[in-house]
């Protein structure tokens, strides 16, 4: 068959409704009315010739034709994004919206120096639209790898082979605990790395590794996904948790945490601007680089 414009516009409906599994949050994603994404499907399986998948009552589920149009599709789709980006790369201006990905809580970092590469680019490029969203740091790398963001800001311990990554500085870590917790008047002498991995702690999510092997065993453990929530749980004084130091020293002046001698947690993580690996457009290579002047101007 011969793709068509209105073949495309098919296949990332059908895309969307696969990746959100289902057409209830597919439709909240391409501002579509249930019906609207229940005929856009129909109309490709027509195309097609062939049964997409199953919906109704019992939920969504792919057919094996569906999962193959699925892989083709998003080969298809994936090489017009990309090539969309190199047409960009052929006019050079610097203008347009440029997507950029950051984890939370870095505002309170003064190594984090974003505010400077703002201010440059509203000088030198001002019709650049640069548009922060602040992201889960797995989050970050697939929206990039997938074309959804044009860069992104943090770390996360997964990489991708289709994502370029450059550290522009390090983020210091340490533990601490809440005001309440039993620690927190203890004398650093009297504190041990055993004793403290027999409290209950906090972690994140998407670690993975050594910063996480050590708390699988315990029940009363949590798990949250923002740095932010898990602030609030070692404030509440029943979890012990790694956090970053800039982020925390605040409460810390206010004699609302206490950072624990616990070295065996304390880490530097790597903060790195990602980006589509080859070629950029002109907008979102001059942001990147932008990015990483501000931060080398302070090493």
Request: proline share 3%.
């Amino acid at each position: 068959m011969k793709i068509s414009g209105s073949d495309l516009h098919l296949f990332r409906v059908f895309e969307s409704v696969v990746r959100n599994g289902g057409m209830s949050a597919a439709q909240m994603e391409l501002s579509l009315s249930q019906p609207t994404v229940s005929n856009h499907l129909t109309a490709l399986e027509q195309r097609l010739g062939v049964k997409l998948c199953e919906r109704g009552r019992r939920g969504f589920s792919l057919t094996a034709e569906g999962r193959r149009v699925y892989e083709i599709s998003t080969e298809i789709t994936g090489m017009l994004d990309a090539n969309s980006a190199r047409l960009s790369c052929v006019r050079s201006a610097l203008a347009g919206k440029v997507g950029v990905g950051i984890v939370d809580c870095l505002a309170t970092d003064p190594s984090f120096r974003i505010a400077d590469a703002i201010a440059e680019l509203s000088e030198t490029a001002p019709e650049i639209e640069l548009d922060l969203k602040i992201m889960r740091p797995n989050d970050i790398t697939k929206a990039v790898a997938e074309n959804d963001i044009d860069g992104g800001i943090g770390g996360s311990d997964i990489k991708v082979a289709s994502v370029q990554y450059q550290i522009i500085y390090q983020e210091e870590h340490a533990v601490f605990c809440g005001s309440t917790h039993p620690l927190f008047r203890r004398d650093d002498e009297t504190i041990t790395s055993a004793e403290c991995y027999g409290h209950p702690w906090v972690h994140r999510g998407y670690w993975y590794g050594i910063r996480r092997h050590r708390f699988d065993n315990a029940a009363a453990n949590r798990v949250t996904f923002d740095i932010e929530a898990q602030l609030l749980m070692v404030l509440s004084g029943a979890y012990l948790g790694v956090l970053p130091i800039h982020f925390a020293s605040m409460f810390e002046q206010q004699g609302r945490l206490r950072r624990l001698p616990i070295a065996d947690e304390a880490y530097s993580a790597d903060i790195e601007v990602a980006t589509r690996a080859g070629e950029q457009a002109a907008n979102v290579a001059y942001v990147r680089d932008a990015i990483i002047r501000a931060h080398r101007m302070h090493l």
